[in-house]
């Protein structure tokens, strides 16, 4: 249990820093919302972050994970920093590759994402958060295998505060279509600033190994298609959405995501504390019950919690927003939900990452992607955004369960007949919300509390072992 505890503690404090990061944009929404006088500009802003995301996962082409794969191999201080120092030279390349090619098609790619050439100054902020984020993500990553928590909650707090003390002026200026890639930027600046001033000791680019780096690119390059497929998954829609029913329901959309997004708070924790957890117990020889376990817990936090937004969701659009903004409340508990599921392909796809085969996720992901894109094809023409969310969240479900059973039968991962349970419940209860309860706030959360108390009573043994005293009772399959 001792091992069970440093991840949840790990899993605490991320979420705390997490939640001071998630917590304050989701606060600010209807204020930015309602500073911006057309969802138009939203969906703009929703699409550049959108391309943010794709040419990161570009730029950094898996090595975050590869280099956390490789730091752990050895207790080395000086293996580590050349680890470290040669995955940041590289990204520092690839990101300027992907940034100049921006920069030297703006035209073609300004028409392509935004449908205006006009617009290439959205671009241009674009690209450059593009070359600023992918070596932001190297940085980083001596704070995270060193277990530095307090830090990690400091510079979440930071992000959000400077984010808005330049967005919110901007917009009280008219300055609608840049304020919030500005930002952007600015907060990524700063946040590579001082993680760069904070882990320097890490990085010498004298250190570059090209042997090292051929180690990187083995494990990296079979995970930027898992990346690019993620993309697919988390940002596709929002192109999707523009190309087929315009723009301005991307904004729409953009706003029940971001609802959606808290999530994150959920999801962030566990990416915080998950890799340092998987890692540094991969040869443990009870790994595979330890990893099946956390896959169930997760799973039924996750569901927990999204019976909840899924009981509350109308209510609190009706709440905090107005106008058109207010549809978006039927996609953001299929948003809320679809990072969570993402979590648990993760949590079970670590198993081959831990044997070091990288492909089989690709092989799987890319069957949910597919079905992503083909569901968004019929059904955002048919129901708007609900279809891309629909579509989003079943995407992930038919990854996670190809996924658990390949390693079922891989003999690398578990599954107890109470998880199968407590997920055809689940599964219940979304469809009775949307057919018979979507509009009633107290029906809903009387059937989502009843959810809660099962999954409750399903995990009770394992909660109360938890705690000082108590009696753990191991699962079984």
């Not at 930015?32 to 969802?39: A, G, K």
């Not at 079979?222 to 301005?248: C, E, H, K, T, V």
């Not at 959606?260 to 117990?281: P, R, V």
């Not at 997760?298 to 509350?312: D, K, P, Q």
Request: with cysteine.
């Amino acid at each position: 249990m001792e091992k069970f505890k440093l991840f949840i503690s790990n899993f605490l404090i991320y979420g705390f820093g997490s939640i001071i990061s998630s917590v304050i944009p989701l606060i600010m929404l209807p204020v930015i919302t309602r500073l911006m006088p057309d969802s138009f500009y939203y969906g703009l802003s929703d699409i550049s972050n959108t391309i943010v995301q794709f040419g990161t996962a570009l730029a950094v082409m898996g090595m975050y994970d590869a280099v956390f794969r490789l730091f752990f191999d050895r207790e080395d201080t000086r293996y580590q920093k050349v680890v470290c120092s040669t995955a940041l030279v590289f990204t520092l390349i690839s990101s300027f590759v992907v940034f100049l090619i921006l920069i030297l098609f703006r035209n073609q790619f300004s028409v392509l994402f935004f449908g205006d050439a006009r617009y290439n100054n959205v671009l241009y902020l674009t690209a450059i958060s593009i070359f600023i984020g992918g070596t932001n993500n190297i940085v980083q990553i001596p704070t995270r295998t060193q277990n530095k928590r307090i830090v990690f909650i400091v510079l979440n707090t930071i992000g959000p505060i400077v984010s808005y003390a330049i967005s919110i002026p901007l917009l009280l200026n008219g300055y609608y279509l840049i304020a919030l890639p500005l930002a952007a930027v600015t907060t990524a600046l700063t946040k590579e600033l001082s993680f760069y001033v904070i882990n320097r000791k890490w990085f010498d680019l004298r250190l570059f190994d090209s042997s090292t780096l051929k180690q990187l690119l083995v494990i990296a390059i079979p995970l930027l298609p898992n990346f690019l497929i993620y993309w697919i998954f988390n940002s596709s829609d929002r192109l999707m959405i523009s190309w087929l029913i315009g723009a301005s329901f991307t904004g729409i959309y953009a706003v029940g995501a971001k609802i959606g997004s808290a999530a994150q708070l959920i999801y962030q924790a566990f990416a915080g504390g998950w890799q340092f957890f998987a890692f540094s117990t991969m040869n443990e020889e009870n790994q595979v019950e330890n990893n099946s376990r956390v896959f169930e817990y997760l799973g039924a936090i996750s569901f927990s919690c999204a019976t909840l937004v899924f009981a509350l969701s109308h209510w609190l659009f009706q709440l905090l927003f107005t106008g058109v903004y207010v549809d978006a409340y039927i996609c953001a508990p299929y948003l809320f939900l679809a990072p969570l599921m993402q979590m648990l392909f993760q949590v079970a796809c670590n198993q081959f990452l831990v044997i070091k085969k990288t492909w089989p996720n690709m092989l799987i992901l890319s069957v949910g992607a597919i079905i992503n894109v083909m569901l968004n094809l019929v059904l955002i023409p048919f129901i708007g955004i609900e279809g891309a969310s629909i579509a989003t969240l079943v995407g992930y479900i038919v990854s996670d369960i190809i996924c658990c059973c390949v390693l079922i039968r891989m003999k690398l991962m578990v599954v107890s007949k109470r998880f199968i349970f407590i997920s055809i419940l689940m599964a219940g209860f979304i469809i009775v919300w949307r057919l018979a309860l979507i509009k009633s706030t107290l029906l809903s959360l009387i059937a989502a509390v009843a959810v809660i108390c099962i999954i409750l009573k399903c995990y009770w043994s394992d909660i109360v072992g938890l705690f000082p005293g108590g009696k753990y009772e191991s699962s079984k399959a």
